[in-house]
């Protein structure tokens, strides 16, 4: 049971290039999010996702765009990567039991670095 | 709109004392409150949560916590620390009327041996 599993765990982009972060979970969780983390700054939700085929917008969601096309994938895309996206990127996932949402589960996190 | 403070960025104490991780969180609803642990490079691990009932949670590695709604806060506790605990930690919270998961801005547990 892999849980939450984030590729690539290390990318360095030029300013302008584009890339996709990709996450995957094998709990079959309803719930997907897309964190940055950045120091002094904590946790901040990018994009989040309720279930297949339906995303929404979080705190910060400028520059970022995501899709979730099968339940178990959810997708980050940098369309045009500037160094203010510099930042540890974390994937998370979370269901419901007894109509109560459980905790998130975490992905190991990508750490991206744009030059 | 939810939120949660964590007013200290680093605690530190000794190994063998008790410490305690402060939160207070802001919903406009019911809350429903985490505490997370990052270790250097890591994602982030679940400790532990409060949903309802009794107001002291107990979770893993010996780590408790209180709710408190009159004041709205959701301390971590632990009786005697660890070198081990030395990490960061994050409080979280959730509003029954939303979605978002809405996290602190961290704070760093030093314990020294």
């Known amino acids: 049971n892999a849980g939450v599993t984030q590729t690539p765990k290390f990318r360095v982009l030029k300013t302008g290039q584009s890339m996709t972060l990709l996450c995957a979970q094998d709990m079959n969780h309803e719930y997907m999010y897309w964190y940055r983390q950045d120091p002094g700054m904590g946790l901040r939700l990018i994009h989040y996702s309720v279930g297949e085929g339906t995303t929404a917008k979080g705190e910060v969601p400028d520059g970022y765009n995501v899709s979730r096309l099968k339940k178990q994938n959810f997708l980050l895309g940098l369309e045009s990567a500037a160094p203010s996206q510099t930042s540890v990127y974390f994937c998370?996932?979370?269901?419901?039991?007894?109509?109560?949402?459980?905790?998130?589960?975490f992905g190991q996190g990508t750490r991206l670095t744009v030059v | 709109a939810q939120s949660v403070a964590q007013p200290e960025d680093q605690v530190n104490v000794a190994e063998g004392n008790p410490l305690t991780v402060k939160c207070t969180y802001s919903v406009s609803g019911n809350p429903y409150l985490f505490w997370y642990v990052q270790y250097p490079n890591r994602g982030l691990q679940f400790l532990l949560k409060?949903?309802?009932?009794?107001?002291l949670v107990k979770g893993s590695y010996g780590f408790e916590a209180e709710f408190n709604k009159s004041q709205t806060s959701f301390h971590l506790k632990k009786p005697s620390a660890l070198v081990s605990d030395s990490a960061l930690y994050f409080c979280?919270?959730?509003?029954?009327?939303?979605?978002?998961?809405?996290f602190g801005t961290g704070t760093r547990l030093l314990v020294s041996p």
């Open positions: 409060y949903i309802t009932g009794d107001n």
């Open positions: 979280a919270v959730r509003d029954t009327g939303f979605q978002k998961l809405v």
């Open positions: 998370a996932s979370s269901t419901t039991r007894q109509g109560v949402r459980t905790e998130a589960f």
